[in-house]
Every structure is written in C-alpha cells, then in structure tokens.
C-alpha cells in the first residue's frame, strides 16, 4: 500500500498538493479518514496534481492522454496538451554532466557550446553547437538528477495505483498493471539511445517511398559517437515548426496555398505509410514536431514516443478506415470486435447502436468536414464503454491522427482529409490483394488453390456416399442449449419420479383396503413408508434448488 517509509518528503510534497487541490477521496485516505465511495479525481483537479508534482507526473499525463480506450473524452482533452512548466537546468550542472558522459575532453569534440538552452522539456533540454569539424548540432542533455527523481516517484505511482485500484475505475482497468506499463514507458524515455535508435529506424524507413519523394522529407542524422543515455546528439535543422515558417515561395513559381496543398499531402502520404505499411511511426506528430526547412524540405522531430502495428492489426484498420468514411456502422462493430482482446461485448446490439448514433451526425457534412480522428476516438471510448479491451497501441494510432490532422487543418484550413487519403487508400488495398511482391502472392495463391483442387473431389465423393447410403452424421454443438438440455432432463426426471412415487401411493392405498392377511397390512405400510420418504426427498430438492414457482 502507499508506504509512508521509503520517500516520507516527497510523500508530504504530494500531500500537500492534494489537500490544496481539494481531492476528497485522496485526502481522506491519507489522513486515515473516511472515504467510502473512492472516486479519481475530476479532470481539471488531475492535470492541476500533475502540473504542481512536477516533470515526471506531467510525462505521465502525457502517457494517459494517448489512452482513449481508458479514458473518457474530458480526460483526453484535459491531458492531450499538458506541459511542464520547468525551468531550464543552469549551464554548469550541464556542463558537468556532458563532462561524465562523453569520452573525450569537451573541447576537442566541440567547438562552441551555446550555454543558453533553445528548449527545455520534462526530461531534458536542447542546447545548440558546433563540432570541431564545423558541422552545427543538437544537443538534448538530460536534466541532472531525474533518474532518481523518476526511481523514487515510479513507487510513488504504484502506491498511488493500489489506492485508485479500489475505485470503479481502477477495478475495471486493472489500473495497478496499467502503472507498471507507464513505468516501464517513462523508463525507457530516460535511455536516450532508445530515442537514438527510434530515429534512425523512421529515418531508414522513410528514405524509400512509393507515396512521395523521399527527398523532399527529412528525419535528423543521429552521431553516435558522442551518444550516451543520458545524451543525444543530433543533425542541426536550419528550420522553423511549421505554423510560424515562412514558406519563401518564389512569386513567379507557385503560390503560397499550392505549396501549403504541397506540404499538407507529403505529411499525410509520410505519415499513412507509417502507420499503414511500416507499422512503426512518429506517435506525436504535433506542429511543434513538424519543421519548414529554409531549403523547402519539411523535417520530422523528436522521436522518443514512437508506436508499433503488426500487419493483421494493420489490415483490420485499413478496413476500419473505409468503413468510417462509408459511415458503416455493422462494418465498425464487427471490426472493432476483431480487434479486441475480449472476444464479444456485453451486448452486440448496443454495440452497434452506438456507432450508428456517432455516425449519424456525419450523414449531412461534406467529406471536407470530416473529422477522421474524432471517429476514431468515438470508436475506442465506444468499446470502453462497452467493455471491449484494444490494444493499448492504438491509443498511439489515435494519438498521432487527432495530431497529424489538427496540424494540417492549422497549417491548411482548407485541406480535404478524403482527397488527400482516396488514392493512399486504393494502394493499401491493392497491397493487401497482391502484396508488395505480386509473383510471390500469386505462387502462394496458385498453391492454396492446388490444395484445395486435390482435396474437393475426395470430399465431394465422400459426402455424396454417406447421402446415398444414410449415414451422413452432423455434429452440431451450440453452447446456449447445454442448459436448457439439463434443465429439460431435470424437469422430466422428476416429473418421471413424481409418477413413480403416486403409483407407489396408489398400490399402497389398494392393498392396504383388500388387505386381509397381516402380511399384505406390513407391505402396505412399507410402500407408504417408502412413498413418504421419498415424497420428503423431493419436495426438499425442489426447495433447495430454489425453482418451486
């Protein structure tokens, strides 16, 4: 439980955030009160808790929000845009880690070191400088001290974790595993070479496309020679994010709508082949993640939340993607249930009914209104609700549309989501038919097609000779009837005895009124003995089974 022992100041520090942000359940456990009816806290409470306990609570916000299958809707929205208000880290404790961490002397590796942070976040911050050899870098150096920080508040979140174990929520979430999950995520964020490698790999993966020019997208070159845990070194992009550049479209070219048309297609064209053909992808897309170089390229940054889909989950969500914009609520249920980790909701019926109720508000919008992402959560808080379990990666899925797609409409007002997403979807398709490698799929399909040539005769003969000579047999098995069955039995069982026990009656009372020996007086009084016990024996099964009326 929540050990008062092993951080007892951090501990009061969380206390003290509570009791000012008035979380009455919390409090009342903490102060060995009476809290009855456990309750998390109100969406405006917890992102007030998280902001006040500092970076590594507010990474776990940030963690939460990409959970729509947990969470509902005000939650999401009250933790999609949290961020830690934290101050830059002062340059001589930086300097002193870069120091312990590189192999060699800080200044035969850089030139210049700017000590001035361009950007500081909950784990880290970014410096810029410049390697001896003239080339201009990132630095991203880890705040000195947050391993321990995040080694002491991780016991913190599992203690915190029982205690919300006892409310609904928690009950209904198996909210302790769902801490370790978050643990284990914040931990691998301290080992920068995981982002390192994270980099290189969306780098390699969009260096070949059939969507787009790999030449017009950029992901930062990764040295890993000066890469560590604690810091990453990165190519430095002459840039700005992409709703604050300018576009330095020459006038007698293009305009500045067509290249933004332009821009808005390659991310979208980068981002689907993420997600629908490499099945790893860049999980926060943000505008502040997205880079307008001054040479025209368009650049991808900060890798460190990345997501995973295997090809049966990526085929499932290509159908998905159809279905939404079909407006297919059957299409929608039966899916969603292919993708659960359950098996079938509570009920199918509801199930459906409530797609067609969220669909139902798109029938009169113009694709051009379409809101994808929005679906696309209604879809995964919809299972919730109806008590199927997704894959937790498709909070990522998710995540990075609604991201993907407020930034294009930001940067693109006028951008048609469909048009952009119509001819990406002819070719997800097609890949699924005849895959990347159309002789190979087609051998594949020529053999299955043997197989089943060879086996359909034999099977036909056999089933015809079983019709003609009346032995064919079906084994029908249909768990629902089991019950009923043993109900039936039951039910005939006893009406079958109580006919045995009137007949034993009925003997008794005949013999015993012709009785004229005292041998016949002693059977007549054993048959009713008998008739009597077992008349007993049966009304008390009867009671006992509960089924009298």
């Not at 974790?161 to 929520?169: H, R």
């Not at 099945?279 to 926060?284: E, I, L, P, V």
């Not at 069955?485 to 009925?506: E, K, Q, Y």
Request: charged share 20%; hydrophobic share 40%.
């Amino acid at each position: 439980m929540f050990s008062l022992t092993k951080t007892s100041a951090r501990q009061r520090e969380i206390i003290e955030v509570v009791f000012s942000n008035g979380w009455d359940y919390m409090k009342g456990l903490l102060t060995v009160g009476k809290a009855d009816n456990p309750q998390i806290p109100t969406p405006e409470v917890l992102r007030n808790i998280l902001v006040e306990l500092g970076p590594f609570y507010v990474k776990l916000g940030q963690l939460m929000s990409t959970r729509p299958d947990i969470l509902p809707p005000n939650y999401i929205n009250a933790l999609t845009d949290l961020q830690a208000n934290v101050p830059p880290v002062a340059w001589t404790e930086i300097e002193t880690l870069l120091r312990q961490q590189l192999k060699q002397p800080l200044e035969t590796i850089f030139l210049q070191v700017n000590p001035n942070p361009i950007a500081a976040g909950s784990i880290g911050q970014i410096h810029r400088a410049t390697l001896t050899d003239g080339q201009q870098v990132a630095i991203k150096v880890q705040r000195p001290g947050i391993d321990s920080i995040v080694d002491q508040d991780i016991i913190l979140i599992k203690g915190i974790a029982e205690l919300v174990s006892l409310t609904e929520f928690g009950q209904n979430y198996d909210i302790v595993n769902l801490a370790d999950e978050f643990a284990q995520a914040i931990t691998k964020e301290l080992d920068f070479t995981q982002e390192g490698r994270y980099t290189d790999k969306l780098r390699q993966n969009l260096s070949k496309s059939s969507w787009f020019n790999p030449k017009d997208l950029l992901v930062p070159q990764v040295y890993w020679e000066m890469t560590t845990e604690k810091i990453l070194v990165l190519e430095w992009l002459n840039g700005q994010p992409i709703l604050q550049a300018d576009l330095n479209i020459p006038t007698t070219e293009i305009s500045i709508e067509q290249r933004k048309k332009q821009v808005t297609t390659l991310l979208f064209r980068a981002f689907f082949q993420q997600l629908y053909i490499d099945g790893f992808f860049h999980a926060d897309p943000h505008p502040g993640n997205i880079f307008y170089l001054e040479d025209g390229r368009v650049a991808i940054i900060d890798c460190g939340m990345v997501g995973r889909l295997d090809p049966r989950t990526q085929q499932i969500l290509t159908q998905l993607l159809l279905a939404i914009f079909d407006l297919d609520a059957r299409g929608c249920t039966q899916l969603t249930i292919e993708l659960s980790e359950s098996g079938q909701p509570v009920s199918l019926e509801r199930l459906q009914g409530d797609y067609e109720k969220i669909l139902r508000k798109y029938y009169d919008l113009s694709v051009g209104q379409f809101n994808f992402s929005e679906v696309v959560y209604e879809i995964l808080q919809i299972a919730r609700k109806n008590k199927l379990k997704v894959p937790g990666n498709l909070g990522l899925y998710a995540k990075c549309l609604a991201n993907l797609e407020g930034a294009a409409r930001q940067f693109n007002p006028s951008v048609n989501l469909f048009d952009e997403i119509k001819p990406l979807m002819t070719d997800l398709f097609r890949r699924q038919l005849i895959g990347d490698t159309p002789l190979q799929t087609s051998l594949r399909t020529v053999l299955d097609l043997k197989s089943i040539y060879l086996k359909t005769p034999r099977q036909i003969e056999v089933l015809l000779d079983r019709l003609s000579s009346e032995t064919l047999q079906w084994n029908l098995r249909i768990k629902e009837l089991e019950p009923l069955r043993r109900s039936v039995d039951s039910s005939a069982n006893r009406l079958s005895f109580s006919i045995v026990l009137g007949s034993l009656i009925m003997g008794a009372a005949i013999i015993s009124t012709g009785s004229q020996t005292q041998q016949l007086s002693v059977i007549s009084n054993v048959l009713f003995a008998a008739a009597s016990l077992l008349g007993m024996w049966l009304i008390i099964s009867i009671l006992r089974s509960g089924r009298l009326k």
